[in-house]
């Protein structure tokens, strides 16, 4: 004796009971539809002698992905949940668009940038080299210490002046420093420069004054800005009531700043400030001017021109000797070294926010 279903019995087929794909399902299919196009274009590319295009191989893939996903859903769940996961598609099709930049970039840097990442580079200037070899420890040195000096200058001030602007300020002076810490966002990184050697010119009365610690106050002026505006959305983020729970305590209110609002608002404050650095440290301009470049290492920040890695990427491939090639792998590799320290940043501001975040208990 054979039972049915109430159901089957009526010959009425429920939607939401039919069929289901596994939940790795989509993700197989749109890895196997990102393997089919980078394959097809991999082999258009070796049998014409171009590139492989992978930013286009990814967006035809995703594509190709929209359209399966949709045909197998409707055979397998039916018509409802395949408009559904369609719809879901197109949403991460659209993300997966914005990312193509980013990973067309990265792609092309790994792949040009990695025949010139090699020890030499790491170890040695360019001070008497002309074709192949050389390095830039030279550029690298001069961006860590004038992008930390640049950090020391513009942390302090930029914190300071969020904290004046939630914890204290009110009233005109206030709204002058919101007004000009907005109009200092806006400032083109050359002109950061063009102030920063025309200040120290008019000061030491040199005009052709070119050293590391003018680049340092010219990126700070493009970091305080970055510092200033994050830090005060963090600071605003701290519940009134700590505040208030600590004044009840008779704490002091610049105790209350150290001891609560901060260590609070410590994580957002870290992830600022290597935002605020990740936007200064590939500036090439201002340094041009007022850093000026050399072939030589030099760990001086007051005296005689520096090299950084913006402005040695910029001469490599800007000014190619007889070697081009030998040029333009040094310029890829810096660029590679640069996005390299940027991604270091990140990580190390996460490790900062989750080592002194506030550890919240029940």
């Known amino acids: 004796m054979t039972t049915t279903t109430p159901t089957e019995t009526r010959g009425i087929t429920n939607s939401l009971t039919t069929g289901r794909l596994p939940k790795w399902a989509p993700w197989a299919l749109l890895a196997g539809s990102w393997a089919v196009m980078s394959i097809i274009f991999a082999l258009v590319a070796a049998g014409s002698g171009g590139e492989l295009n992978i930013a286009l191989a990814i967006f035809l893939g995703t594509i190709l992905f ?19 996961r369609l719809v879901t598609s197109l949403v991460a099709t659209a993300f997966i668009i914005a990312l193509l930049p980013l990973i067309s970039l ?24 002309v074709g192949e070899g050389g390095g830039a420890l030279h550029a690298i040195t001069g961006t860590l210490l004038i992008t930390g000096m640049a950090t020391l200058i513009s942390v302090p001030v930029g914190l300071l002046t969020s904290i004046y602007l939630v ?10 420093i919101t ?8 400032i083109p990184s050359i002109v950061a420069g063009l102030f920063a050697f025309a200040f120290f010119a008019l000061i030491f009365d040199d005009p052709g004054i070119r ?3 003018g680049g340092s106050i010219a990126l700070s002026l493009l970091m305080i800005p970055v510092v200033v505006r994050s830090s005060e959305e963090m600071l605003k983020l701290v519940p009134n009531e700590l505040r208030e729970a600590a004044y009840a305590l008779g704490v002091p209110k610049w105790l209350t700043i150290l001891k609560v609002v901060i260590p ?6 870290a992830t600022g400030v290597t935002l605020a650095i990740a936007r200064v440290i590939g500036e090439t301009a201002p340094l041009l001017i007022i850093a000026g ?3 030589s290492m030099n760990y001086d920040l007051f005296e005689n021109r520096m090299m950084t890695l913006p402005v040695f990427v910029y001469t490599q491939y800007a000014n190619p000797g007889t070697d081009v090639n030998a040029y333009l792998e040094r310029a890829w590799a810096g660029a590679l070294t640069l996005i390299l320290i940027v991604m270091a940043l990140n990580l190390i501001a996460r490790l900062i926010a989750r080592i002194f975040s506030p550890k919240l208990g029940r």
């Open 211 to 213: 050293f590391g610690f």
């Open 293 to 295: 470049f050399t072939a």
């Open 66 to 84: 929209d359209v399966l996903i949709f045909v197998l859903a409707y055979l397998v769940e039916g018509a409802r949940q395949a408009r559904n």
């Open 264 to 269: 609070t608002s410590i994580a957002g404050i």
């Open 106 to 129: 990265i792609f092309t840097v790994l792949t040009e940038g990695l025949h010139r990442f090699d020890l030499q580079f790491f170890t040695s200037s360019m001070r008497n080299v």
């Open 167 to 176: 914890e204290y300020g009110r009233g005109p002076l206030a709204r002058a």
């Open 179 to 186: 007004f000009f810490v907005d109009v200092m966002t806006g």
